[in-house]
């Protein structure tokens, strides 16, 4: 199956650094057409200068509808147009419910869930008025199995499932989809997998079923297909990218 991604018009928040940054370079590899929304895009400079005219860096602060808004109507000038919204963006918080501060928690929805209500807000029209797009929401396995200490974030990213599943029936009669996809382990300067003692790793691992850290092409591969033509009748879905963690008790029994 030829996933032909040639000329999409894709908007990435979050797409400085990370799985976002790993996202923008696939689609880019695609033949796509990418704007990036993030804090700051400076460290994109050369990715920028290198891609002639097919990448635009946006400073945006998801938190804010005006900032929305103008970097918005930016990328959609500088794609001339917009076909795919990657809501990539997002934060962490870690910390027992009772030890959480009301401001950490409100930034974690303002930016996990915030975020993806002002941007899809301000693409919806754009897709409407061309009655085809796709809306792709990061979700996190926490939305399916929270951890001890992830009160804010799971409940952050259940929000996000939610929000996907009902954009995905008010913008069905306009041929746009929504889904959204839940990582499960992916090695970041936001969690520190990788430099956990050896111990730590091989508890987190086993609760795999295919028993390796997670890589962001792993996630843009799900993503791309989401953005493509093929994925054209799924909407409302959240499609599990984390190795079947937890798809039975105890994974690990398999190895033996």
């Known amino acids: 199956m030829l996933l032909d991604l040639t000329d999409r018009r894709v908007i990435v928040t979050g797409g400085a650094r990370g799985i976002g940054l790993a996202l923008v370079e696939s689609f880019l590899a695609e033949g796509s057409r990418v704007a990036v ?13 290198s891609h002639h005219g097919d990448l ?8 804010s509808e005006d900032s929305v808004s103008s970097a918005v109507a930016a990328a959609a000038t500088g794609l001339g147009g917009i076909d795919v919204l990657v809501n990539n963006a997002g934060i962490n918080v870690q910390s027992l419910l009772e030890e959480t501060s009301d401001a950490a928690w409100t930034r974690c929805f303002d930016v ?10 301000a693409v919806i ?8 797009g796709r809306i792709i929401n990061a979700a996190s396995f926490a939305a399916v199995i929270p951890s001890v200490g992830s009160a804010a974030y799971a409940a952050s990213k259940s929000a996000v499932v939610q929000l996907t599943r009902v954009l995905a029936s008010e913008l069905g009669p306009w041929g746009i989809t929504v889904n959204a996809y839940a990582p499960g382990m992916v090695p970041t300067a936001m969690n520190g997998f990788a430099e ?6 091989d508890e987190l691992l086993d609760t795999l079923s295919v028993r390796r850290w997670e890589e962001p092409e792993d996630v843009a591969n799900v993503v791309r ?7 054209g009748y799924v909407t409302g879905a959240l499609i599990d990218v984390s190795g079947g963690k937890f798809a039975t008790q ?7």
């Open 225 to 231: 297909f989401l953005a493509s033509d093929q994925a």
């Open 196 to 201: 956990l003692p050896t111990a730590q790793q």
């Open 56 to 63: 635009v860096a946006i400073a945006c602060d998801v938190r």
């Open 112 to 121: 996990n869930v915030g975020g993806v209500f002002r941007v899809s807000k």
């Open 37 to 49: 929304l993030d804090l700051d895009v400076s460290s994109l400079d050369p990715l920028v200068a």
């Open 250 to 256: 105890f994974p690990a029994r398999a190895r033996g």
């Open 125 to 132: 029209p754009y897709l409407k008025e061309q009655r085809s």
